[in-house]
Structure formats: C-alpha cells, structure tokens
C-alpha cells in the first residue's frame, strides 16, 4: 500500500501515522530547509572576497545602486528576517501552530 494511501485511510479511521511515515516526513522537511538555506546561500555567497553587500550589489545590478552599504544591509537584513517569518508560519500552519523545528524537538 502507498504511504498516501495508507495515510488517507488512518485519516478516514482516526488512527495516527505510523512511526516510519513520522521519520520519511521529518527527512523530507529536513530537506526542504535545506534547500531554502541552500537557495539563499547561492543568492547571497559569504566568501572571503565577495561580502553579502558586494553579492547583493552584483545579483541585482543597477536596481539597487542609488542605496547606500548601510540601506543596503538594512534591507538584506529585512528580507532575511520576512523570508525567516514566511517559512515559520506556513509551517506553522501545516503543523497545527509549531515549526519543524518544534515538532522535532517533541519527537526527538
């Protein structure tokens, strides 16, 4: 039987997932976070020769070059903090109000 199968008929009887389907979820959300930190490494690269602000400067081109360094690290710092917000609310709201993070820790 399917896991999808298997988890819309537990849902049908009220009964809950079986532990593997709880450790293929965690693995799965695992890798998603990883992708997202890995997505935002790409755009903004911390190498020793190329800084955030110097990255940022470079993806977006003559869009941003009227901002300062400090405006500049402003909305970096305001774009980080909003994406962080965005993915622990709809994680909250796929998870009945807890991040992954907190599902795991109540598992682990």
């Known amino acids: 039987m399917s896991m999808q199968l298997q988890l819309t008929k537990q849902k049908e009887l009220g009964t809950p997932a ?24 790409t755009i903004f690269l911390t190498n020793k020769e190329e ?10 081109g003559d869009e941003i070059a009227m901002l300062s360094d400090e405006e500049l690290q402003i909305y970096l710092a305001e774009f980080q903090y909003l994406v962080t917000a965005w ?3 709809y994680e909250k709201s796929v998870f009945n ?12």
């Open 18 to 41: 079986p532990i593997n389907v709880h450790r293929n979820l965690r693995e799965s959300l695992w890798e998603q976070r990883g992708s997202l930190e890995t997505t935002l490494k």
């Open 51 to 60: 800084s955030r602000i110097q990255t940022a400067r470079r993806i977006m």
């Open 87 to 89: 993915v622990d609310e």
């Open 97 to 108: 109000g807890k991040t992954i993070r907190e599902v795991l820790q109540e598992e682990g």
